[in-house]
């Protein structure tokens, strides 16, 4: 089979990730990361051949940032022009209720993302600039392909997704919990029909790194999970409180005369971890917890405890009718006491931690996944890496493949 090359494109706030795949073998031929777009301090990472480059370049936008980006491909000698690419997949955060898989972008598409973008106004509007300034510059027959985070959780149940708010604020607003990580979610699920040898599995998946969420799969779809309207809600992250009481935001707009978006930036991007000890990375909590510090201590267990209430909780809704519990993504797959102590905690419903299969796994120890409960756990307890980009790889050669 001839092989073609493939572009996944993923554009945060002030980030640019691009990825250049071999298919039908993906085979991955260069990864360039753009970060700190717009600010003086911007630089570009390559990493090819098991080599990795970083350039520093001020940046001013995201469709600089892609030109560049497509001249180092040229450079590369990854391709000799624009139209060798055969198809570009863009991971594109939010598609409401619009879009319960992944579809070909066209102006009915972009037209449906603009419409909700105040449901992600950091991410939407990159993504969409992005996707505009391509169109300009490639070839009109390469289709263009979006995967949003949010089809994934399209199959829940509306007592699980509705809020006990007037109902007309769904009905005229969309006012409703949509869930995020959809393709890690897609991407752990079907490692586990694998692993299992069964195609409607129920499992409860913990996505915890930075960001952090956690889903209740039924019968290999979404049945609940914790995010909601925005990333903002469910468990406590690196920077994001996850749920709190909302009248919180009114009382302290009045105590300090911030603005509701000063308040909700505030909650965005300096609770959380930060917000209790002053760091986000959870390698860096558990540095200062070595070193005794009380307030590192007390912000891990406040995460602890918020996994811990989530799979309970799903675990009831799941009638105890569990497959597997499955931990992955940053420190999901490499945070050996964040594991031990929520598994620890749940004892009660029957779960035994194999200490050592755990210690063992992670990102620079013997092994990356595996499972690290014991025979005689009621529920395995697995560690998998996700691959968000192999999801919306193949979403995107999919469609391509049957136009």
């Not at 911007?42 to 001013?60: A, P, Q, R, V, Y």
């Not at 409180?241 to 965005?268: A, F, Q, R, V």
């Not at 598994?343 to 419903?349: A, G, R, S, V, Y």
Request: net charge negative; proline share 3%.
């Amino acid at each position: 089979m001839r092989t073609e090359k493939y572009l996944v494109v993923n554009a945060g706030s002030s980030s640019l990730k691009f990825s250049l795949y071999e298919m039908p073998e993906q085979k991955e031929l260069i990864n360039i990361h753009v970060e700190k777009i717009s600010l003086p301090d911007c630089f570009l990472t390559l990493k090819m051949d098991g080599n990795k480059i970083k350039k520093s370049k001020f940046i001013e936008d995201h469709a600089e940032a892609v030109k560049i980006v497509l001249q180092e491909l040229i450079d590369n000698k990854l391709i000799n022009s624009l139209d060798e690419i055969k198809g570009i997949g863009h991971r594109v955060l939010h598609g409401g209720e619009f879009y319960a898989e992944s579809v070909k972008i066209d102006e009915e598409v972009i037209k449906n993302i603009e419409s909700i973008i105040d449901l992600g106004p950091l991410h939407l509007p990159p993504a969409i600039n992005v996707i505009r300034y391509l169109e300009t510059i490639v070839s009109k027959d390469i289709p263009q392909v979006a995967v949003f985070d949010t089809s994934f959780h399209q199959s829940m149940p509306k007592e699980n997704f509705l809020y006990p708010v007037p109902f007309e604020w769904y009905e005229k607003y969309g006012v409703r919990k949509y869930g995020f990580h959809g393709t890690s979610y897609r991407y752990i699920t079907k490692v586990m029909q694998e692993k299992l040898a069964k195609e409607k599995l129920n499992l409860i998946v913990c996505h915890i790194g930075s960001g952090a969420s956690i889903a209740a799969i039924k019968d290999s779809v979404c049945y609940n999970t914790t995010m909601g309207l925005t990333p903002l809600a469910g468990l406590m992250m690196g920077t994001r409180s996850g749920d709190i009481d909302p009248s919180i935001i009114e009382y302290i707009c009045k105590k300090t005369n911030m603005t509701i978006t000063e308040t909700t930036n505030i909650l965005n991007k300096q609770s959380g971890l930060k917000g209790i000890c002053g760091k986000n990375d959870f390698r860096d909590v558990e540095e200062l917890m070595i070193e005794g510090d009380n307030m590192a201590q007390l912000a891990f267990d406040m995460i602890k405890n918020t996994i811990i209430r989530f799979i309970s909780q799903y675990y009831v809704e799941l009638d105890g009718n569990v497959d597997a519990i499955v931990f992955t993504a940053g420190a999901g797959e490499n945070d050996i006491d964040l594991r031990r102590e929520v598994l620890n905690k749940l004892k009660p419903l029957g779960i035994i931690i194999d200490e050592k299969a755990n210690d063992d796994i992670a990102k620079f120890r013997s092994k990356k996944s595996g499972i690290i409960t014991t025979n005689d756990s009621k529920v395995a307890v697995y560690v998998e890496p996700t691959d968000e980009e192999s999801i919306i790889l193949m979403d995107t050669y999919t469609i391509c493949q049957n136009i």
